[in-house]
């Protein structure tokens, strides 16, 4: 059973940057992927970022963030890193880890809020 948990949520101004963090209970070479999604209130959770541990140069973001949010991983540390930057008021939600092992099994973790507001 791999557990994620995340860190780094807060409230921001609009236009202020965040970096959420997940570690991962299991060394990432057991991982194949890593995803990022959020969810706001009264909305479906959606996809913001996701890299494929086999091929990091390749990461995957929606054009609702391409540009303002950077995903990365730390093999030592076990984390994978959701860098948010320029952020706006519709960026609030709460964001979730989830993480597929080489089995194909997929992993949540417990979400972190994120607000944006002045």
């Known amino acids: 059973q791999v557990q994620l948990v995340e860190s780094g949520g807060g409230l921001v101004q609009p236009g202020g940057s965040l970096r959420l963090s997940c570690t991962v209970s299991?060394?990432?070479?057991?991982?194949?992927?890593l995803g990022w999604y959020r969810q706001a209130p009264g909305e479906q959770r959606e996809l913001v970022a996701s890299?494929?541990?086999?091929?990091?140069?390749?990461?995957y973001y929606p054009d609702s963030v391409k540009g303002r949010f950077s995903i990365s991983i730390d093999n030592f540390l076990n984390t994978v890193y959701l860098q948010m930057t320029n952020l706006r008021p519709e960026d609030t939600a709460v964001y979730y880890c989830?993480?597929?092992?080489?089995?194909?099994?997929?992993?949540w973790g417990q979400g972190t809020q994120v607000t944006v507001s002045s």
């Open positions: 299991t060394s990432l070479f057991n991982i194949k992927a």
């Open positions: 989830r993480a597929w092992d080489r089995s194909r099994a997929d992993y």
């Open positions: 890299i494929d541990i086999d091929i990091v140069s390749e990461p």
